[in-house]
């Protein structure tokens, strides 16, 4: 004896495989959602950078991954030779050179810096040579009387 017909078992089963397919459209959803937020984003900016480190040249203002400000003085396959000072140089990869300044950035920050240090050596140098002649005044009085 048979209480379930044979139509009715079959029509179960097709409900269920539909709420199946419903069930994972949140999960595609939240995938296509990652993609255009994070992935294709992230995959842009990399591309660029790439494109940048490739077209590095002599004279190009940039900044490194460690914050660093220099002028480049010379670009090879994987390196950059970078002027961080007057006669101070330093060697870094080209994947860690991070932002392409704009050119006379550098020339603009650096007169800041350096009057004030100037200044205040040139002040001390003149206090210095200053003491120097009074005690040379002090010394030729002495050697007078």
Do not use: C
């Amino acid at each position: 004896m048979m209480l379930i017909s044979d139509a009715f078992a079959q029509a179960a089963s097709t409900t269920q495989n539909e709420a199946g397919w419903v069930a994972l459209l949140p999960m595609v959803g939240i995938l296509v959602l990652f993609y255009f937020l994070l992935i294709r984003p992230q995959a842009k900016r990399a591309k660029e950078h790439k494109q940048m480190v490739e077209a590095l040249q002599r004279g190009d203002e940039v900044i490194t991954n460690g914050g660093i400000l220099g002028q480049i003085l010379n670009v090879s396959e994987s390196y950059v030779i970078i002027e961080i000072a007057p006669a101070i140089e330093i060697t870094v990869l080209k994947s860690s050179v991070q932002t392409l300044l704009p050119k006379g950035t550098l020339r603009s920050i650096e007169p800041k810096g350096k009057s004030s240090k100037t200044k205040a050596a040139k002040a001390d140098t003149s206090k210095t040579e200053s003491a120097a002649d009074t005690e040379e005044s002090k010394d030729s009085d002495a050697e007078k009387k």
